[in-house]
């Protein structure tokens, strides 16, 4: 799942985060990306931003990654 960090960095922007939450625990993964304004951010996608269809496949992807590694963990653990 996406998710932004509610705190400004130094530079004013918002950077946007991988939350992987396993059995209570959660780990937050950086993208890369940042957005200046938190509105946005909407239902877990960056909107009203000129490179938010980039952005948003970028991540994406990056979250089909992080999902494939998760099932091969599941699948050699169960």
Not at 20 to 40: F, H, M, N, R, S
Request: some cysteine; charged content about 30%; aromatic content about 12%.
């Amino acid at each position: 799942m996406n998710s932004t960090g509610s705190k400004k960095t130094a530079n004013g922007m918002y950077p946007i985060f991988v939350r992987i939450a396993v059995k209570k625990e959660k780990a937050y993964i950086k993208t890369g990306y940042e957005i200046p304004d938190l509105c946005q951010w909407y239902d877990g996608k960056i909107v009203a931003h000129s490179d938010a269809a980039m952005m948003n496949k970028r991540i994406l992807f990056e979250l089909k990654k992080y999902n494939e590694r998760m099932r091969e963990i599941y699948s050699t653990t169960f």
